[in-house]
């Protein structure tokens, strides 16, 4: 099917997406239409950092709100100051609350992207909604996009319903809707749209009949195109576009995207240098030892629609070290390499921060620990 006019003409002119994004307002930085095809001629390694099991960033066994897991990281860099949003779990016995895990977005600071400190003096920069509204059992999966001087979070929602009461998907996994909040520092939060979703889950039997959430924003001008994670019984991943990033239209006829590798995929996570896009995103793989891993790959778009599997289908990191904190095994934790940050060029460096999961339980909890890592490249130049 030809893409649609209108969406190729916005999609056409994201000509800076998240690369310039990150190099404005000064920024030290390599060249900032370094080309998608630079990018995958540059392997990752995993850096290590001081945080155990190598992680950039763990979980605070003194927290009492991410002392069991942290992921969904979300990287802004505006050329002094690095910004993680990220999600921080803990265990609850409250029955709202799905799956037993309390969700609350928090940020971390750091000068050099590998010592990170917690802001805020601990606490989250973003909790549950009021009461009633679409976020009040909790907050997951931000996504956070720096325009001058004021940043706009877009989220997933959760209000404790669940497949069995919008009919469709599995009875217990939770409805997720997507929202939006302002910020000008990046810790006081203002939620859009009167606190309700700026995009809501779709009707039975449509992609995202259960979960619209896990989204990657890009901008030029007035648009914002997003894609995110869609779920009704299977992951996938869609398509939407807005003039405000608060009224969104679903596009690609409401269908999942094309040509991406694996039976399912979620955690997008989109780059455009100006002729072609690169998503890094995840998709479930077997392992010779019995059980799966959620794994990051690469694909590439010339519309940001139809993909193409890159780096020959390998994934993007190879195996974790045994004492990695990422060393999920597919029976214990499930989580290899998971919800890439965007890009990040800094001088001779490609950087993106991701999630992953351990293969053991932390002393007193029932489950592995998920924590952020830092992943980096250096840009190879064709000769």
């Known amino acids: 099917m030809k893409t649609p006019l209108a969406l190729r003409q916005i999609l056409g002119s994201v000509v800076c997406g998240m690369i310039c994004l990150v190099i404005a307002e000064g920024v030290p930085a390599a060249d900032p239409t370094v080309s998608v095809d630079t990018v995958l001629r540059s392997p990752f390694r995993r850096v290590a950092g001081k945080a155990p099991g190598g992680a950039a960033v763990f979980p605070d066994s003194n927290s009492k709100w991410f002392d069991h897991s942290i992921g969904s990281p979300t990287v802004d860099f505006d050329g002094t100051t690095y910004r993680m949003w990220f999600v921080g779990m803990s265990r609850t016995k409250d029955p709202r609350i799905p799956y037993g895990f309390d969700e609350r ?19 989250p920069v973003l909790d549950h909604g009021p009461e009633g509204a679409f976020d009040d059992c909790g907050i997951a999966h931000p996504f956070v ?56 889950v779709g009707k039975k039997g449509s992609i995202d009949s259960v979960q619209a959430t896990g989204m990657h924003v890009i901008r030029r001008g007035n648009e914002f195109v997003m894609w995110y994670g869609a779920y009704n019984g299977k992951h996938t991943i869609g398509l939407a576009t807005s003039p405000d990033g608060i009224r969104w239209t679903k596009q690609n006829g409401g269908k999942s995207l094309p040509g991406l590798s694996g039976p399912k995929q979620l955690g997008p996570s989109v780059h455009f240098d100006g002729s072609q896009y690169l998503m890094y995103y995840n998709t479930i793989v077997a392992v010779p030892t019995g059980g799966s891993l959620w794994t990051m790959f690469a694909a590439t778009s010339q ?13 993007v990191l190879g195996p974790a070290p045994p004492d990695n904190f990422g060393s999920a095994n597919g029976k214990k934790g499930n989580n290899h390499s998971v919800h890439p940050s965007k890009l990040i060029v800094i001088k001779n460096r490609l950087r993106i921060w991701y999630g992953a999961e351990g293969h053991k339980p932390l002393p007193g909890k029932q489950f592995a620990p998920s924590a952020i890592g830092l992943m980096e490249a250096s840009p190879e130049k064709r000769q």
């Open 105 to 123: 977005i928090g940020l971390f600071t750091s000068s050099d992207g590998v010592v990170w400190r917690i802001a805020n003096g601990g606490r």
């Open 303 to 315: 519309d940001g629609i139809h993909w193409k599997p890159a780096l020959e289908g390998r994934p």
């Open 145 to 200: 996009l720096r325009i001058e001087n004021r940043f706009l979070m877009w989220y997933g929602g959760i209000d404790g319903r669940a497949g069995k009461d919008v009919g469709d998907g599995p009875r217990h996994v939770r409805v997720e809707q997507v929202g939006l909040a302002t910020s000008s520092d990046g810790i006081h939060w203002v939620r859009a749209n009167k606190g309700r979703p700026v995009m809501a």
